[in-house]
């Protein structure tokens, strides 16, 4: 399937979706601990905005408040675990960036067998992100990077 009107423009096929509990707070931290940019924030003029769109290198997060909430309906609950692999220029630095916004750290920034150097982050909603430096090759045949 090709690019066509059932994708809207400048999204990817594939988009994560966070549920927050603050919107305008998520986006602050995601800010300032990761280096996202919010592009697009609804509605825009209120205080408590229910939906948001987030920029890394090109790519959309999409962040919400859990479905429902804003009109009084019942959230709906799930207890489904997710986590997001994103890679940066200096995974040292953005550890060190999230640890001073407020971010827990699960995992120090270590260098992984698959060749990466990644450190595992937790933000104020739960949600893992796991980022990475790559800084060698892996071998999947040999198992060995």
């Known amino acids: 399937m090709g690019e ?4 809207r423009p400048g999204m990817q096929w594939v988009s994560p979706y966070l549920v927050v509990q603050d919107v305008r707070r998520a986006i602050a931290f995601y800010e300032e601990a990761f280096g996202l940019k919010a592009r697009m924030v609804y509605p825009e003029s209120d205080p408590d905005p229910f939906y948001a769109e987030l ?45 001073a916004a407020g971010a827990k750290v699960a995992m120090e920034p270590a260098e992984q067998f698959w060749g990466d150097r990644a450190c595992l982050l937790a933000d104020p909603d739960g949600h893992a992100w796991m980022w990475a430096t790559h800084v060698r090759d892996f071998d999947p045949v040999n198992g060995s990077a």
Not at 4 to 7: G, V
Not at 75 to 95: E, H, I, W
């Open 4 to 7: 066509s009107a059932c994708k």
């Open 55 to 99: 920029d890394y290198e090109g790519m959309t997060i999409m962040i919400g408040l859990p479905r429902g909430r804003k009109r009084g309906e019942q959230p709906v609950k799930t207890r489904a675990g997710s986590s997001l692999y994103c890679y940066t220029p200096d995974v040292d630095a953005l550890c060190e960036r999230a640890r």
